[in-house]
């Protein structure tokens, strides 16, 4: 029997995102024992990378802006498929979530008059996004971290969950080896908050880092608990493609919401060609319109005139693009052209997208104050997730919460940019708030159940017991060249069915591994044990993604190309059952007539 | 466009260790850490290095490349001459946990020590209000990554191994970020010249010169810092005119 550490706490958070830092703020705050554990150092999450803003209805820059048209964009942005109620929280408590973090240090952009300057972003009806420059993210990790390091709980660098426990239905633990020393960690809990973010390295294109394996959202499926809208991907519109090292590197969208334009080789705006019948009174109709509002808000008027068709929500630009390249219209390394240069002053974009200007200088050889960028999507955003409690964030399980990229609801078929950020602060504080009153009333928890614990380790240690078989990059490479060639923007139902067997096979593989060295610091190991999650998560997508028979946001069918009224009135669940992953329709609930009227008045 | 390149990296552990020789295909607008993940995916499976943005956001990659203080994310292979040989090792101001990583935690704790953000009391419509030329200068510190580099060059630690006296350049950046907060109403002068031993550094300015943000980590956080030391300690005059008049003018 290998020995591991035993450590209890009533609240463990997975994950140092903004998510995680914002619930063990509130768990720590309202009391909990509570523990924080990471893949990463402390301030490296992917949060750090989030560039553009936070989506809040400050209004500091259109008085004109309010919970309720946040509210309505978000559901138009989500084609209608969000969690209303979540949506509705969102909408009314991003604002307070801002400015308290103001309140602990965050230094955001200022106004004229001195408030949170707020920026324009794809499918937000007025500048709403808080922001540091193109550095938000940084931020508002920054300010989290260092707000929660002068408060009692204890923060595991380098740590990462491996499997989740739960005894007599409700969950009681987590097992987590530390890279540093390749040692095991057994924390007993009485609640846990998944807070483990996405799942983009299911993709070779990617703007998400090594991390985003869909660990919480694989770990929570093998416990039981629902996953839902698990067909719903978002792939970022713009992201590098050359050199193609660093393909899939995010540009910001900010680019666009500071006035960049999108054209293809023949120097046309394509967009104008493919405004979606719902945004065709939201978006200019003219170039000479779309320029009018740019001048406008550059001048920090308010616009009288409607927005430019690069600001559509992603899902819509994201497809465009790939058709334009798909009909030859394309940029040299296979992408199209963002052009900024010629829309804005060159110390206009230095100011305002200080890390864009850097990242193209640096790593492409290109000078975007002078010159077009070339992008092409890149998945980016995983809209499904653990399937939670609109009010207190727990999945079906019971002491088992989820918030942030990894949890379910907020976004619908589709996130639209700066909400993410926003999520993380609203729900994040519900999730820890929500488990600290869960432990207070189901004290004690029961204990985990040690024997299985010691076949978890003995899962973990098998990848060295086996000499000279698979090695585990070259297999997680090729499930990810597998999932962008048949589960990608464009989907079919053979390309899906594909897919599934491949997985099947994919996951034969992933067990019989081997890896070399030993257990301090030894990342062929990690990549070996991340397989198990790429593959399910990987398999949940799929499976979703062949039973919507329709295109609806992040979720586009060539053999369904168009909404189907029936599937409007579902979501789809990812369930287990005998050990074997199930997809389910469930049923919407109406909405309640008063948000009802919200949306329809657009 | 592709050819191959003869790398050193260092292999081992605090205890000791060696540079190995490796010989790697590298591509048109590969990147440092390209490099070492190929090597990982082809070569040396087991071979430990930190990152994870590949876009110089997040600070994780630092290491020294030929002898200098980089982001490898951000170190295009093609400043390299064809037949360069090029040695990669972790920072030197650390322990170092295994091949390119380092334990760093140190500075973890050191952050603990600097007392947090104070608010001064709201304006009475509930909000605070802070001008953009207010806020710039702090924005700059607050662009920090804690990538360390700066630690590991400074001498200070590097040379002298000062770190149970002085808390590093990092901090520095760190303290005048939040001493120069326009909101901000703790007192931390005390702290910097005891426990953070700002009197160690000697304006030697190694650390601006690597800083991948660009932060004028001498000029604009250190010496204003230290006016702030010098003003309070050695000028009673000044002190007085400060209990008067409130520490942020
Ligand atoms: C380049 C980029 C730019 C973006 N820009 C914006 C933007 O401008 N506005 C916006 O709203 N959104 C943006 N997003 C999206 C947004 O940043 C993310 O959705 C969000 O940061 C996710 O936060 P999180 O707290 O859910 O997870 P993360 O910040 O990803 O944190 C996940 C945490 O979970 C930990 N973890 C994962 N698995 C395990 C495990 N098994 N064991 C232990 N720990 C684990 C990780 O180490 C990490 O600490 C951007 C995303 C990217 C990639
Ligand atoms: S200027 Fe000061 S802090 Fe910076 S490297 Fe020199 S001695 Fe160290
Ligand atoms: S001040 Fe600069 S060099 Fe030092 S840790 Fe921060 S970003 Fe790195
Ligand atoms: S990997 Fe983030 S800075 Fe290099």
Known sequence: MTNYATHDTDVLVIGAGGAGLRAAIESAAQGMKTAVVMKTLLGKAHTVMAEGGAAAALATVDPRDSWKTHFRDTMKGGKMMNDVRMAEIHAKEAPDRILELEEWGAVFDRTPDGRILQRNFGGHTYPRLAHVGDRTGLEMIRTLQDKLVHMPAEIFMETTVTHLFKTGGRVTGALAYSRDKGEFHLFRAKAIVICTGGLGKAYTITSNSWEYTGDGHSLAWEIGADLMDMEFLQFHPTGMVWPLSVRGTLVTEGVRGDGGVLKNNKGERFLFNYIPEAFKNDVAASEEEAVQWVREVVAGKQATVRRPPELLTRDVVARAILNEVREGRGSPHGGVFLDIATQRKAEDIKRKLPSMYHQFVKLANVDITKEAMEVGPTAHYIMGGVKVHPETAMSTIPGLFAAGEASAGLNGANRLGGNSLSDLLVFGRRAGLGAAQYVRKNNPAADVNRADVEAAIAHNLSFFERKDAECPYALQREIQDMMGDLVGIMRTEDELTRALNALDKFEARAKKVSVSGGRVYNPGWHVAMDLRHIVQISRSIALAARERKESRGGHARSDFPNYDPKLAKVNLLIKKAEGRMQVVQQPRTEMPPELKTLVEEA | MS???????????????????????????????????????????????????????CGSCSAEVNGKPRLMCMMRMDLFKPDEIITIQPLQAFPIVRDLVTDVSWNFEVNKKIPPFKPKPKNPDGTWRMMQYEVDRVQEFRKCLECYLCQNVCHVLRNHGKHDVFFGPRFMVRLAGLEMHPLDDADRVKLMREAAGIGYCNITKCCTEVCPEDIRITDNAIIPLKERVADRYYDPLAMLFRAIRGKNR
């Open chain 2, 3 to 57: 050819n191959k390149m003869h790398l050193k990296v260092f292999r081992g552990d605090n205890s000791g260790g060696e540079l190995r020789d490796y010989q790697v295909e590298v591509d048109e607008g590969m990147v440092v850490l390209d490099v070492v993940h190929r090597l990982q995916a082809t070569q040396a499976p087991d071979l430990s290095c930190r990152w994870n943005c590949k876009a110089g956001k």
